[in-house]
C-alpha cells in the first residue's frame, strides 16, 4: 500500500491531522523509533505525542494487514476462476476483515461437509430446482426420483432431497446479507449465556465461578472482565458459555429461505437445518471472539496503564537502603545496598529472637550508614516493619513497605546469578527489594512483566499481544526517563531506542573494558553501534560527570552546535548557561531567533526546559507511605475505619488497595468517587497513596470492601 495513501486513511480514522501522519509514517519507515520520533521530530509530525504515534503504527499496521488479506483473497478467488467484475468491486470496497472474510466465505477452501457430498453425489442440480424456485414440494419429491442412484450413495428419494437441502442450507449460511443481519441482530438483541457443566458444581475449583453457574446478560452490555472470567471457566471444564441469538431471528431466516420459491417445506426444513448446524455455531464464534478480543484488548491495555504507573514511581534515589525480605520460618533475609546498588552486606534475622533482631539491625544501618529500610510486602511484612520500626530510634531511616512482586522471580533468574554470582538465591530477594525503592523503574526491568502481577486476567489473555504492549510500555517509560550509560544494568539499557539486547552487551563490554564513558561520542565504539543507532539512542543515554555539560541532559547531539550558538550569543560559556536561571530567562526572550528550518518552537523550548533542569527525573518527588500500627490483619479491621493505603492494582471493576494487613481490599469502581467514574484508571493509579473507609470484611471469603467515597465524606 502506498504510503501517501495509507496516511490519509490512518489519519481520517484516527481523525489526527494528514501531514503530520504522512511525516509520522516516513519517519517509521525510514528505520526511526517511535521515541526518537515523538521526542526530537516534534516539527517534522506537528507536535504528535507518544500516545497518537502508537495509534497511528498500530492503525497503519492494520490497513497494510487488511491489504494483505485482500490480495490473498482475491489471488485465491481468481485461481478457482470465480472473480467476477462485482465480486472485485465488493471486495475492494470492503473496509473491513469481517467484511473481506463475508465475501470470501462462499470461495474459502474448506473441509469436507455434508453439502459437499451432496454435490459430489450429482445432487446439485437438484438443489438448484429448489433454490430457485422451479418446484414446489410435490414437484421437488417427483424430480428427486431421478436422483436416485444407489451406487452413488443415494438410495432413495428422501436420501436425495436431504443431500439437496444440505446445499440449500450451505446457501443460506453464506448468504452475506443474511449472515450480517443475524450477526447485527445477535450483538444488538442477543445475550451472553453461561451455566455450569454437569458434575462440576460440586467441586472446589468451581466456587470462583458460582456467579456464572446460570447467567445471562445483554451482549452490548457484558462487561470486558466478566467475559475473561467465563472463558477462564471454560477452559477450567467448569462453565460453558455462548450468545443466545433474539427469539425472532430464526422466524426471519426461515422466511428469507421460503421467499425463493414455493417448495416450502423443503425450504423451511433447510432453513432451520441451517440455523442450527450453521448459521448460528458461525455467527455465535464470531461474536465470542469478538467479545474475546475486545475483552483482552481492555485488560492489556488495563495492564500496560499499571505497569506505567509502577515503573514510574517515585524513586528513592541515590541512598544506602537496608532491604529486608520478611519471613518466618526461613528469618528475615536482609541486604544492605550502596547509593549505586552494590552490595555492602547481608545477613539472615530472626523475629522471634527479638533483642537480637534488633541489635543486628542498628549495627547494619550504624556500620554502613544507612538511610532508608525497605521491607517487603508479603508474609510476615507488618511484623518485620514493627520489629525494625522498634529497633530503630525516632531519627534512624525510614521503614518503608515496599511492593515485592516478581522479587522471587528475579532471584531464580539468570541475569541474578550473572549480577548477584556470590550470594545465596534467598538473599537475592532483598537486594531486589532494596534497588527498588532505589529506583523502581531500574530494577523492575529485570522481571518479567507477566510477573509483576499489576494486571486483570495477564494469564488468560493473547502472549504474544501482551508481551509486545508491555514492552512498549517498558521503552516508554525507560526513554521518558533516561538511562545513566555507567551505572544501568543490561536489561534497562536494552530498552533505550535503538539498542537492544545484543548492543546493550556490547556497551557493557565497553563499559567495563574502559571502566566507564566520558563522552556520548564514545557510544560509537561500541561494537555495531553505528551513526544510525547513535541518533537514535544518544539522546535518551546520560553521562553524569562527563566532559560534555550537556551529555548529562536530554539535548540530542545533533543540537549541541545550537547551544553553543545560545551560548556565544550570551557571551558566556556552555557550561556557564546549564542551570542558571537569570541566562535562560534571557535566552527565552530571543527564542525565535533560533528557529530554523529544521528546528521549530517546540524543539527549542524542550532545550531551554533541559538547560533549567539538566537530567532532570520526570518522576515525582519519593514520598514513603505509612499504615496504621494497630492494624497488621484483617481482623484488626472494622466496618466504618478510616485508613491510608497504597493502590497496588487497577482493574475493569475498581482498584485493589493495600492497608497493611497482607490482603488487598478491593475499592469498588462505584466507590472511587462521588461522581460517576466509567474508567478506574482515569482516577486512581498503582502506586498512588489513599486513604480509604472500610465498607465490610468477609474473612471467610477473603475479602474485603473500601470506599475512598466514604472516606472523604467522613
Known amino acids: 500500500m502506498a504510503l501517501a495513501s495509507l496516511a490519509t486513511d490512518v489519519a481520517r480514522e484516527l481523525s489526527l491531522p494528514q501531514d503530520g501522519v504522512a511525516a509520522a509514517l516516513a519517519l ?21 505525542d507518544e500516545v497518537e504515534l502508537r495509534r497511528i503504527q498500530e492503525r497503519a499496521a492494520y490497513s497494510t494487514a487488511l491489504e494483505d488479506r485482500r490480495e490473498t483473497i482475491l489471488a485465491s478467488i481468481r485461481e478457482q476462476d470465480a472473480l467476477t467484475p462485482e465480486l472485485e468491486r465488493h471486495l475492494e470496497a470492503a473496509a473491513t476483515r469481517q467484511e473481506l472474510e463475508d465475501l470470501y466465505l462462499p470461495h474459502r477452501p474448506r473441509r469436507r461437509t455434508r453439502a459437499t457430498l451432496a454435490r459430489e453425489r450429482g445432487l446439485e442440480p437438484l438443489a438448484d430446482l429448489v433454490w430457485d ?3 414446489d414440494d410435490g414437484g421437488a419429491r417427483r424430480a428427486a426420483a431421478g436422483f436416485v442412484d444407489a451406487d452413488a450413495g443415494v438410495p432413495g428419494v428422501a436420501e436425495a432431497l436431504a443431500g439437496a437441502r444440505d446445499i440449500v442450507a450451505e446457501r443460506l449460511a453464506e448468504e452475506i446479507g443474511l449472515r450480517r443481519w443475524v450477526r447485527d441482530r445477535a450483538r444488538t438483541r442477543g445475550r451472553v449465556t453461561s451455566r455450569v457443566r454437569r458434575g462440576k458444581k460440586s467441586l472446589p475449583a ?4 458460582r456467579d456464572y453457574f446460570d447467567h445471562s446478560e445483554p451482549v452490548h452490555r457484558v462487561a470486558h472482565h466478566r467475559i475473561l472470567a467465563l472463558r477462564r471457566g471454560e477452559t477450567e471444564g467448569v462453565l460453558a458459555w455462548g450468545i443466545e441469538a433474539p427469539e425472532d431471528v430464526l422466524p426471519r431466516v426461515v422466511a428469507h429461505a421460503t421467499r ?3 417448495a416450502r417445506n423443503q425450504l423451511e426444513e433447510a432453513a432451520r437445518d441451517s440455523w442450527s448446524r450453521l448459521l448460528h455455531p458461525g455467527i455465535e464464534s464470531e461474536i465470542k471472539s469478538e467479545l474475546t478480543d475486545r475483552a483482552e484488548e481492555e485488560a492489556i491495555r488495563i495492564f500496560g496503564t499499571n505497569l506505567e504507573n509502577l515503573l514510574l514511581q ?7 537502603v537496608l532491604g529486608l525480605d520478611p519471613g518466618f520460618r526461613s528469618g528475615v533475609k536482609a541486604a544492605v545496598v550502596s547509593r549505586t546498588g552494590g552490595v555492602l552486606a547481608t545477613d539472615v534475622l530472626y523475629l522471634h529472637q527479638e533483642e537480637r533482631f534488633g541489635s543486628q539491625v542498628r549495627k547494619l544501618v550504624a556500620d554502613h550508614g544507612v538511610e532508608l529500610v525497605a521491607v517487603g510486602n508479603g508474609t510476615a511484612s507488618r511484623e518485620t516493619e514493627r520489629a525494625a520500626r522498634k529497633a530503630l530510634d525516632e531519627d534512624a531511616p525510614a521503614v518503608v513497605l515496599v511492593n515485592e512482586a516478581g522479587a522471587s522471580v528475579y532471584s531464580a533468574s539468570e541475569l541474578a546469578v550473572e549480577e548477584l554470582p556470590d550470594l545465596d538465591l534467598t538473599l537475592r530477594g532483598a537486594v531486589s527489594i532494596a534497588r527498588r525503592l532505589q529506583d523502581p523503574l531500574a530494577e523492575l526491568v529485570k522481571i518479567d512483566a507477566r510477573s509483576i502481577g499489576v494486571g486483570q486476567y495477564q494469564h488468560d489473555v493473547n502472549q504474544t499481544r501482551l508481551a509486545e504492549r508491555l514492552d512498549q510500555v517498558v521503552e516508554t517509560c525507560v526513554n521518558r526517563v533516561g538511562v545513566e550509560v555507567n551505572t544501568a544494568s543490561g536489561p534497562l539499557l536494552s530498552y533505550v531506542a535503538g539498542i537492544g539486547p545484543t548492543l546493550a552487551e556490547n556497551l557493557l563490554a565497553l563499559r567495563e573494558g574502559r571502566g566507564g564513558l566520558s563522552t556520548r561520542e564514545e557510544l560509537l565504539d561500541v561494537h555495531r553501534l553505528g551513526p544510525a543507532t547513535f541518533e537514535q539512542a544518544a539522546g535518551f543515554l546520560r553521562i553524569r560527570d562527563g566532559d560534555h555539560p550537556l551529555d ?3 539535548v540530542h547531539p545533533e543540537r549541541y552546535a545550537l547551544v553553543d550558538r545560545m551560548a556565544r550569543d550570551l557571551d558566556v560559556e556552555l557550561s556557564e548557561l546549564v542551570g542558571d536561571e537569570g541566562l535562560l530567562d534571557r535566552l527565552a526572550r530571543t527564542l525565535d531567533r533560533y528557529v530554523g528550518e529544521d528546528v521549530g518552537r517546540p524543539t527549542l523550548e524542550d532545550i531551554l526546559d533541559e538547560l533549567r533542569r539538566p537530567g532532570r527525573d520526570p518522576r515525582d518527588d519519593f514520598e ?3 499504615f496504621r500500627e494497630d492494624v497488621r490483619k484483617p481482623e484488626d479491621l472494622e466496618e466504618g475505619m478510616v485508613l491510608q493505603g497504597v493502590v497496588t492494582n487497577v482493574v475493569a471493576f475498581g482498584a485493589f488497595v493495600d492497608v497493611g494487613v497482607h490482603q488487598d481490599g478491593l475499592v469498588h469502581i462505584s466507590q472511587l468517587a462521588d461522581h460517576y467514574v466509567k474508567d ?4 486512581v493509579r498503582v502506586g498512588e497513596a489513599v486513604r480509604v473507609r472500610v465498607l465490610s470484611v468477609d474473612l471467610e471469603r477473603g475479602r474485603i470492601g473500601l470506599s475512598r467515597k466514604a472516606a472523604k465524606e467522613g
Do not use: C, I
Open 260 to 262: 425463493q420459491g414455493p
Open 680 to 683: 478506574a484508571s482515569e482516577v
Open 624 to 626: 514513603p507511605p505509612s
Open 133 to 135: 424456485g422451479e418446484v
Open 552 to 554: 548529562a541532559t536530554a
Open 314 to 320: 517515585p524513586p528513592a534515589g541515590e541512598r544506602v
Open 206 to 209: 468451581a466456587q470462583s465461578f
Open 28 to 48: 517509521f519507515d525510514d528505520g526511526n523509533t517511535l521515541p526518537f520520533v515523538a521526542r526530537y521530530r516534534k516539527e517534522r509530525t506537528g507536535g504528535l
